[in-house]
């Protein structure tokens, strides 16, 4: 779809695109060296720095490069270690009966007062586990 064919929109109103699509349509116009970055930018209601951005994905990657990327953190700073989560599951089984409380007191036994979470942390855990019963 070009700049210019402002009459193709009117004709077919019913028509939707995605994101992704209109990413590619705006690529490809590029690609075709007809119109300037403004114009461009203009017609698809971008800013600049957003074109730029899309350009520079598209010759990096190629179209893959065009897809949203999740924005989700990397890396969690106070993320539970995997072997605390694990001996609390654990734990759970073996005092199938028993809450977070008395499982965050058991393990004392097992790891030191800077690697165990908070009770709460615990009730989470067992939660996303689906070990707790309401």
Not at 56 to 67: A, D, F, P, T, V
Not at 96 to 119: D, M, Q
Request: charge should be positive; aromatic fraction near 8%.
């Amino acid at each position: 779809m070009c700049p210019n064919a402002a009459l193709n929109q009117i004709a077919m109103p019913w028509k939707d695109t995605t994101t992704m699509e209109q990413k590619v349509e705006f690529i490809c116009e590029w690609l075709s060296g007809k119109y300037t970055i403004s114009e461009l930018c203009r017609f698809y209601g971008i800013s600049r720095p957003t074109a730029y951005l899309l350009i520079n994905r598209y010759e990096k990657s190629g179209i893959e490069g065009l897809l949203e990327k999740s924005r989700a953190p990397r890396s969690h700073p106070n993320r539970t270690n995997p072997k605390v989560e694990s001996k609390i599951l654990t734990l759970k089984k073996k005092h199938s009966r028993w809450g977070a409380k008395k499982l965050h007191r058991l393990l004392f036994n097992y790891f030191t007062e800077n690697e165990i979470p908070s009770v709460v942390t615990v009730h989470n855990i067992l939660n996303r586990n689906g070990l707790v019963c309401p």
